[in-house]
């Protein structure tokens, strides 16, 4: 299968200051890429959808001037969480998709970025 | 809008017990359905799909048949192992476009020696 990867795996800050994640897809073009956010022992939830060379969807409920997702390339997104509150602290993991979805609209996803903010 | 449920956790079997972990959805359409998995520590990996009613995705020893009259996509495996271990989570994709997956709760499985 396509490989996605993520950058950094783990991080820890201080509240105020701002962290970039980053989501590439290593072996094919991801038109679309998708953030999600992983609570402990819950699901995740859908943050934003980014096509590639547009502004990011932001679903209900979701901060788009703390939560910048930049998705400027056919293999990179990037989310950055500005102004990083503990609350924030949490798995963040990016899934990507090809032009027209891979045989049932298959998404591979990343590894996650687990953020700790002190 | 759409929505996926799956039985809640945490389920604890001895190794080579059958698992069935249910799952049910509610879409429009006809929905593209998923199972992944979590191992501790790790990103989320597709264990298996069905596109369309009646498929049966199925890996490693994993089942689940894509049931359009009970909405159901129920998981099994004839014989866990330790190794099966992990979070696995039920997820629907509409059948077009590049949309977002709308995923289960999780469920907990620890399989014991």
């Known amino acids: 299968g396509a490989v996605v990867s993520q950058h950094p795996s783990r991080v820890i800050c201080k509240s105020g200051t701002s962290v970039k994640i980053e989501c590439r897809s290593l072996d094919f073009q991801a038109t679309t890429m998708f953030w999600y956010r992983q609570f402990p022992k819950k699901s995740l939830m859908l943050m934003a959808t980014s096509n590639e060379g547009s502004k990011a969807t932001y679903e209900q409920g979701v901060e788009k001037d703390k939560f910048l997702i930049n998705h400027a390339s056919l293999t990179l997104s990037t989310l950055t969480v500005t102004s990083a509150h503990p609350e924030d602290s949490s798995f963040y993991i990016c899934?990507?998709?090809?032009?027209?979805?891979?045989?049932?609209?298959?998404?591979?996803f990343g590894p996650g970025t687990r953020l700790t903010v002190l | 809008g759409d929505s996926v449920t799956q039985m809640e956790g945490p389920v604890t079997l001895s190794e080579e017990a059958f698992l069935t972990i249910n799952c049910t959805y509610t879409a429009t359409g006809y929905p593209s359905l998923f199972w992944y998995v979590q191992y501790p520590g790790e990103g989320l990996q597709l264990l298996l799909k069905a596109t369309k009613a009646d498929d049966k995705g199925s890996n490693k020893g994993f089942e689940a048949t894509y049931r359009k009259e009970t909405t159901s996509f129920h998981l099994e495996k004839g014989s866990v192992q330790v190794s099966d271990s992990a979070v696995y989570f039920c997820?629907?994709?509409?059948?077009?476009?590049?949309?977002?997956?709308?995923f289960g709760k999780g469920t907990r499985l620890s399989v014991i020696a």
């Open positions: 899934s990507a998709s090809g032009s027209g979805g891979r045989g049932g609209n298959e998404q591979f």
């Open positions: 997820a629907l994709t509409p059948s077009s476009g590049n949309t977002p997956l709308v």
